[in-house]
């Protein structure tokens, strides 16, 4: 028997009906190559291989590697022992499909993480907190809206599908859990000449959320760049939308402005 690992993040999914609905969700097809984050104990491994011939996961924990290796034979499933923030998912040369119901401890980086790889990803459905994909979702002027919010929405339209309550995982978890899609753009509708300046500007408007933007990017812009901007140095990060972000980072770029 597994004893589930908080620092893992392991509440494994035991709930017939949402196994179905997450499957469901993500209508696995014959040729797709899918990827599943945390397999663990095969809740969503074992449906979405009674659909497709191929499924490839990658999985930290020792002992449910060993177990994964034991349930499946290696021509079905491919297994991707270590870290999933530190993995390389262009090693996989194909367009992928990645899916899982993601250990909540990493789950925003985890997110960032594989942001980098939107070029060659078909579809993500994930099962995090509700909490996180109200903020994945959120719009912006709300409370939810944040850096999360802007990075996300600048590569992917993101869907909330349905709410999983507590019970429906062993352990429990203390919150209610949420299943999304994330579809890539393509084309992008606003494109950042450079993302890493994006990304900066994006993270440096957010460090401090109660102050204006005059403030929190008063190196990257004074308040003649702002009115050439056409945007209110009085305004918080929280008041931009993702095309104002992408405006200042290529206002930046191509000012060449210390960033
Ligand atoms: N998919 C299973 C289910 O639905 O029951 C398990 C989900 S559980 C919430 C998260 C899974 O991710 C666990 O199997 C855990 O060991 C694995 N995990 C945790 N951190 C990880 C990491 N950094 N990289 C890869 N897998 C990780």
């Not at 392991?10 to 945390?38: M, S």
């Not at 352990?171 to 606003?190: D, E, M």
């Not at 408007?205 to 102050?211: E, G, L």
């Not at 004074?222 to 209110?232: N, T």
Request: charged fraction near 20%; charge should be positive.
């Amino acid at each position: 028997m597994h004893i589930a690992r908080k620092r893992f993040g392991q509440n494994f999914l035991r709930d017939a009906h949402f196994v179905r609905a997450c499957i469901d969700a993500i209508r696995p097809q014959a040729g797709d190559t899918l990827v599943e984050i945390g397999p663990g104990l095969g809740a969503l491994t074992r449906p979405l291989l009674a659909q497709v011939p191929h499924l490839h996961v990658v999985e930290i924990d020792r002992d449910l590697i060993a177990w994964l290796h034991t349930e499946f034979p290696p021509e079905r499933l491919t297994i991707h022992a270590g870290d999933a923030l530190k993995f390389d998912f262009s090693r996989i040369d194909a367009t992928l499909r990645i899916a899982g119901n993601l250990p909540y401890n990493i789950s925003t980086p985890l997110l960032f993480h594989l942001a980098e790889f939107a070029g060659q990803i078909r579809d993500m459905h994930f099962m995090l907190q509700k909490e996180v994909v109200q903020r994945m979702v959120a719009a912006p002027s709300t409370s939810a809206y944040g850096r999360l919010s802007v990075m996300l929405q600048y590569r992917f339209q993101i869907l909330h599908l349905f709410d999983v309550p507590p019970q429906a995982f062993h352990p429990a978890p203390k919150i209610t859990s949420s299943f999304v899609r994330l579809l890539p753009l393509h084309p992008l509708p606003y494109i950042a000449q450079d993302p890493a300046i994006f990304a900066k500007i994006v993270a440096a408007a957010f460090s401090t959320r109660r102050k204006t933007l005059r403030n929190t990017l008063k190196t990257q812009l004074s308040d003649q760049d702002f009115a050439a901007l056409g945007i209110d140095a009085g305004l918080r990060a929280e008041n931009l939308g993702v095309a104002d972000f992408v405006r200042i980072a290529n206002y930046v770029q191509a000012a060449h402005v210390p960033h």
